[in-house]
């Protein structure tokens, strides 16, 4: 192993991945100091979490497609029709909510297969097919809807996205079962930190000192500690968030632990050498497609579950919201690299500020051209970068 580096050296040693973190910590810190604490109250985190739910779900899989070099526009339509299909099946068609939900997520699949079969196996580029398919799934949703908004009753299904775990092994004043679960997280985080330290100390490679090690877990397990300990003393564990916590998790496990993860990159990466390389492109940007569609109605459900209802204009520049937060968690503009966490930061970052500029009552229209200018720092850092590594 070799000497110790320290905190610095771990920072540096990625600036990509570890400059979106510190921008993150600097616009929470900012704008709680703007709103005299206001953004961290334990309500506020609350409906945070809750109104940014669907737009990290959706970058989940944009992340995913932007990795393999595409892109997808029709994901805001697809939220939409997923809904109406939903509220439709539920309000007049007397489905009870779980099947209702189960025929949205399967109308999202189809939606992907559909896509994935133009941009895969025809060869149009994904720009097209999703524009396409963009005006395609925003008709329908309108021919299903009647073009006028349904609202939804059933109480079951409005739990998805706002309902919450709340005093299951009591708590005086908080919510312990919410502390617990976030407890048990950290304590894997950590487990899995160690690993993989191990392993990197096991083939010789650069590690952090143990102190900075230590100091990183720390640093997290305080930060989210502290974020479980206001929802808990709020209204508990919102059920969308266990939702979210899943997605990532099995999300980060399919692109960094699997053959099929590794294929993405590699395609996305060098499109010639993953094809000698025996890599079943075809197949492979179809079934990123297909996730996509899965992933967009799961959003489409969250969102109308939310809102208590169907609209024809639901779903409107989700696609952007998406897109952007890929982009400012560190996706490359050209494919072959970003993350799941990366773009969950990037969604939390434009969250935070969106929330943060609400409460100063910023107008939205401003807000719009403080996220084209955020959106466009972090393109430009990425291509700042690329042109660094290329003068190396």
Known sequence: MTETKGLVALVTRNLRQSGIYIAFAAIIVLFTIMT????????????????????LILAIGMVMVIIAGHIDLSVGSVVALAGAVAAVLIQQQGWSWWSAIIAALVVGIIVGVWQGFWVAFVGIP????????MLLFRGLTLLILDNISISIYDEGYKQVAGGFLNGLIGGQ??????????????????????????????????????????????????????????????RGLPIVLILLALLIMIYTLITKRTVFGRHIYAIGGNLAAAQLS?????????????????????????FSSRSSSAQPAAGTMFELDAIA????????????????????????????????????????????VVKGLILLLAVAFDVYNKRRAGTR
Do not use: H
């Open 36 to 55: 005299d604490g206001v953004l961290l109250n334990p309500n506020n985190l609350t409906n945070l979490v809750l109104q940014y739910s669907y737009i």
């Open 126 to 133: 994904a720009f097209i097919v999703t524009l396409a398919g």
């Open 173 to 234: 004043g908080f919510d312990a079962f919410t502390l617990l679960v976030f407890a048990i997280g950290v304590v894997g985080f950590a487990a899995m930190q160690w690993r993989a330290r191990a392993a990197r100390v096991a083939y010789q490679q650069d590690v952090e000192g143990m102190p900075a090690f230590i100091g990183k877990i720390v640093a997290v397990a305080v930060l989210v500690m502290a974020f479980a300990w206001q929802l808990a003393t709020a």
């Open 278 to 302: 025996g890599v079943k492109v075809k197949w492979v940007n179809f079934m990123i497609f297909v996730n996509m569609g899965f992933l967009s109605a799961l959003a489409g459900v969250v």
């Open 325 to 368: 937060a890929c982009f400012i968690g560190g996706a490359a503009v050209t494919g072959g690299i970003g993350t799941v966490i990366g773009a969950m930061v990037g969604g939390l970052i434009m969250a935070v500020m969106s929330n943060g500029m609400s409460i100063l009552g910023v107008d939205q229209s401003v807000q719009q």
